[in-house]
């Protein structure tokens, strides 16, 4: 028997919206209410921020494409352990929420296999987050450094002995 592993989906570009956009085709579930909207992945998520959150739109994009970038380097770089501040965790959680989005992540970029997601409950002081920043900047994001730079110091990580954690 012959076992074919299918291999993640390189990512040509480090543009969060076209990130998230290409995604669109390995939406399978529940699909009506994905698209039903006419909305590109990034309008939906972003409507989805609005919706929960009290901010601008400015600030919601902002959000979501350094949750975009994070979440693209965790898949790409599961040895580095990487963490968010409370801002751009607003942002990660708003993509794993939206389930089908998230299988839809991990079709493509994860090989098909699921990114879990195990905060641990205390947060991390130790720059953990300033790192994560500069990791991103080294593999091409251009992210916000203002974002990065708000929770420095107080970072959410994820436990990265978890099968496939974030």
């Known amino acids: 028997m012959t076992v074919t592993i299918e291999r ?88 794993i929420l939206d389930t089908p989005v998230w299988f839809g992540i991990c079709r493509l970029y994860n090989g098909g296999a699921y990114k879990h997601h195990a905060p641990f409950i205390e947060r991390r002081r130790d720059g953990l987050c300033l790192r994560t920043a500069d990791f991103l900047k080294s593999i091409g994001f251009d992210i916000d450094e203002e974002l990065w730079a708000i929770d420095g110091t107080d970072c959410s990580p994820c436990d990265n002995k978890v099968p496939d954690s974030h």
């Open 8 to 95: 993640p989906a390189s990512t040509r570009t480090r543009e969060p919206q076209e990130l998230l956009n290409a995604v669109a085709p390995h939406i399978t579930e529940l699909t009506t209410n994905v698209f039903d909207s006419g909305m590109s992945l990034w309008d939906r998520e972003v409507a989805l921020l609005l919706r929960d959150h009290t901010m601008v739109r400015d600030m919601a994009e902002r959000i979501l494409g350094n949750a975009v970038m994070y979440t693209i380097g965790c898949i790409e770089h599961p040895e580095v352990h990487l963490g968010v501040g409370k801002l751009v965790d607003i942002g990660v959680h708003q993509l």
